[in-house]
């Protein structure tokens, strides 16, 4: 079997937008590959440099992969800070790694923009971490020989980092030592809207989380504005937010259905939100309970990340060992 890495980054809570753009295709992804999860902690503290706050993340995010389906028998679930063998990985990679390279890496270069629109200097507020994120990212990849990364579209630049230093590595040795990885951007992922109209981000402060409490569920999709069409008038469901929104969670049946209600009129806005609602809860109450059980049992979750952690720390020691002895430190 072919096998699937990626990295989740421990920053925020977790959103529907998370939830039907990276989870729920990881999930699918993991039937069909030998698939290697991680929280990548060590990205994370580039941005969160609260103590409290990392912990938090770290809980929250791990939690909520859990609890939404990761099957840790299945997918081999990890924690990055608990695999050194990461960071000796990321050293070796430096050498090997242009600082062009690095240059032209999207993130890096967008914050530089922003300074210098703000007549800043360029390299104002960025730190180490952020220049050399993709070496770190590119060095997740490889130590775990992946063949594929499933990643969304702003990632992808990264991956393709990963392949050129692992090629300018293997090149120099005049032999394969370090897997040549894919970036695998799914193409059919729903686009889902925020509460605004506007892609779900936490930039944009429009996000339904995924572990809210039902009744901040029930205000959050009843608060969504909405035109001022009547209860009377026909509706067009593809130009509607709620309807959009229903879509992700409602069965073909459900939505064929529902959809022909809008046209004929007679349905109001605060129907269609009610009905948005009861599958959404219907989808999410299971998943807010296991989350619930889980972050107020950290033993249970560090049994479980740190049974991941043992496992990914077997492949990661073979893989060093492999270039330590190609490179001439051992
Ligand atoms: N950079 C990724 C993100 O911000 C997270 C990540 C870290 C990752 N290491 C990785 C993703 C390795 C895929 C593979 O979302």
Avoid at 37 to 46: E, P, S, V
Avoid at 292 to 306: A, F, M, Q, T
Avoid at 312 to 328: F, N, V
């Amino acid at each position: 079997m072919k096998t699937a890495l990626t990295g989740i980054k421990p920053t925020g809570i977790l959103h529907i937008g998370n939830y039907f753009g990276a989870i729920k295709p990881a999930l699918r992804l993991a039937e069909r590959y030998d698939a290697r999860y991680f929280i990548a902690d060590y990205h994370a503290l580039n941005s969160v440099k609260n103590p409290a706050d990392l912990r938090r993340a770290i809980t929250g995010i791990t939690a909520g992969w859990l609890a939404a389906g990761i099957d840790p028998e299945r997918v081999i679930f990890y924690r990055q800070s608990g695999v050194p063998e990461t960071f000796e990985l990321a050293t070796i990679l430096a050498a090997f790694t242009p600082k062009g390279l690095m240059n032209r890496a999207h993130a890096y270069k967008a914050a530089v923009r922003q300074n210098t629109e703000k007549g800043e200097d360029g390299d104002a507020g960025i730190n180490m971490g952020l220049f050399t994120y993709p070496v770190l990212m590119a060095s997740d990849i490889l130590l775990f020989d992946a063949d594929v990364v499933p990643v969304g579209r702003d990632q992808t630049q990264h991956v393709e980092m990963a392949q050129d230093i692992a090629g300018a590595f293997n090149h120099n040795y005049g032999e394969e030592l370090l897997k040549i990885p894919e970036a695998a951007v799914e193409e059919d992922v729903a686009v889902v809207p925020g509460l605004d109209g506007r892609k779900m981000s936490k930039s944009y402060g429009n996000t339904i989380p995924l572990f809210s409490t039902e009744s901040a569920l029930r205000k959050l999709i009843m608060r969504t504005v909405t035109n001022s069409q009547c209860v009377d008038e026909p509706k067009d469901p593809d130009g509607s937010l709620i309807f959009a929104l229903y879509k992700l969670f409602a069965d073909p049946g459900e939505q064929t259905a529902l959809a022909s209600r809008y046209r004929a009129g007679g349905m109001g806005w605060g129907e269609a939100k009610e009905e948005l609602f009861r599958v959404a809860n219907r989808e999410l109450s299971p998943l807010r309970d296991r989350y619930n059980e889980l972050v107020s049992d950290p033993g249970k979750l560090e049994r479980i990340l740190s049974r991941g952690t043992e496992k990914a720390r077997a492949i990661a020691s073979r893989t060093i060992k492999r270039l330590r002895k190609a490179t001439g430190i051992e």
